[in-house]
């Protein structure tokens, strides 16, 4: 099984869905540990990802990604706008103009967006971020590739380990963003970063979160 251009922007059109109709609960899980706007930014974000994006007929997988990575950069300030933006361009860049995805290039990209999170946010696993949902969902994809998974396993996968690194960030004293202002207070709170990652997984596999 392979994927091209009209089911990666089928996502995204998903994603931003998925992302509007758990607005508010990203918003309530931010007001606990940040600001309360990461349902708000995110939301403003994919809108206008999907406002911006190409034509199938005439793009790649690259192209659709390159135009979501530059719509997140351009039109969401604060931490997950950057973040989400360069996870988005890696993921295009390591696709290389390919039309056809198998699960190998699919998880070459998911891993491509992990790197580029971990050098622009400067986090690791454990400093409950994104990275604590994307990471475990990471190896997991892999490790259902070398297990001779196709796309759907692998996804599939990647999502539970998603679901799981997410609920996981709950005790998590934070170390990285705004909420690490809050020391031993931002512990007994679920990462919003972290939520939004998960919901990510869910929409690519065509879970329902
Ligand atoms: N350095 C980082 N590396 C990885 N993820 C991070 C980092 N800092 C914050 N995050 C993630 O971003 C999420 C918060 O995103 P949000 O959209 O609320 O931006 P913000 O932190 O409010 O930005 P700002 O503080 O600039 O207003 C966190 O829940 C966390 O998962
Ligand atoms: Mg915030």
């Given at each position: 099984m392979t994927v091209g251009t009209p089911e990666v922007i089928g996502f995204i059109k998903s994603y931003a869905a998925t992302i509007r109709e758990h607005r508010t609960e990203l918003i309530r899980l931010d007001a606990a540990i940040g600001d309360a706007d990461h349902g708000e930014n995110l939301d403003r974000g994919f809108r206008a990802a999907v406002e911006r994006l190409p034509d199938p007929q005439e793009s790649t997988p690259t192209?659709?990604?390159?135009?979501?990575?530059?719509?997140?950069?351009?039109?969401?300030?604060?931490?997950?706008?950057?973040l989400y933006g360069t996870?988005?361009?890696?993921?295009?860049?390591?696709?290389?103009?390919?039309?056809?995805?198998?699960?190998?290039?699919?998880?070459?990209a998911l891993d491509a967006a992990l790197q580029?999170?971990?050098?622009?946010?400067?986090?690791?696993?454990?400093?409950?971020t994104m990275i604590d949902a994307w990471a475990p969902a990471v190896d997991a994809a892999r490790e259902a590739l070398e297990a001779g998974q196709g796309l759907p396993g692998v996804l599939a996968a990647a999502t539970a380990a998603a679901e799981k690194g997410m609920k996981d960030t709950t005790?998590?004293?934070?170390?990285?963003?705004?909420?690490?202002?809050?020391?031993?207070?931002?512990?007994?709170?679920?990462?919003?970063?972290?939520t939004s990652t998960y919901l990510l997984f869910a929409t690519l596999s065509c879970a329902d979160p």
């Open positions: 192209d659709v990604l390159k135009a979501v990575a530059m719509a997140l950069i351009s039109k969401v300030g604060g931490a997950a706008g950057p996870a988005f361009l890696r993921a295009s860049a390591a696709l290389d103009g390919q039309a056809e995805l198998d699960a190998g290039a699919v998880v070459q580029g999170l971990k050098a622009r946010g400067k986090a690791d696993l454990g400093d409950k005790p998590l004293v934070a170390r990285k963003g705004r909420a690490s202002y809050l020391g031993e207070r931002s512990a007994g709170h679920q990462d919003p970063g972290a």
